[in-house]
């Protein structure tokens, strides 16, 4: 499952498959300046430092330019992170609003990591786990 660290502060988000970083973000108690939520007036735009994300919905080329689309500028409401990526904001700084939502984000981290580290010390990945007993 992907992470979102967000630049410079050092926050670490967990998403959940398919997740857009937007999504991902609110849903952890965080939030920052948004607008429409569907992919129509840009203001979500935030840079991605590295890492990287697909959009699963058409983006107008109003909204993103072709240049934009190659400078790693990403519209968080929806980008689909591919793996684990960094981002930083533009002109503000994000704001935890809801710590209650950021405390079960970060129980779902520790757990997906805690199974991981299983999975990396067993030498088995996911598609090796037989569930048969
Ligand atoms: S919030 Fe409007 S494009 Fe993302």
């Known amino acids: 499952m992907p992470t979102v660290t967000i630049h410079p502060t050092g926050e670490v988000i967990h998403l959940e498959p398919e997740e857009t ?5 609110y849903r952890a108690g965080f939030a920052y300046t948004v607008g429409c ?4 007036c840009a203001i979500c735009k935030v ?11 058409p983006i107008a080329d109003t909204v993103l330019s072709a ?15 591919e793996g684990d990526i960094t981002i930083e904001l533009r002109g503000e700084e994000i704001r935890l609003v809801n ?15 805690a199974h991981a580290a299983a999975i ?6 996911h598609k ?3 569930w048969e007993s």
């Open 21 to 25: 970083v937007l999504s991902g973000l």
């Open 99 to 113: 710590r209650f939502l950021h405390q079960i984000n970060d129980r779902a981290r520790q757990r997906a990591a």
């Open 120 to 125: 990396d010390a067993s030498g088995t990945t």
């Open 67 to 81: 240049d934009e689309r190659g400078d790693g500028t990403c519209l968080t409401c929806r980008a689909v992170p």
């Open 37 to 40: 939520r569907r992919g129509g």
């Open 128 to 130: 090796e786990q037989s």
């Open 47 to 57: 840079d991605c430092r590295s890492g990287s994300f697909a959009y699963h919905h």
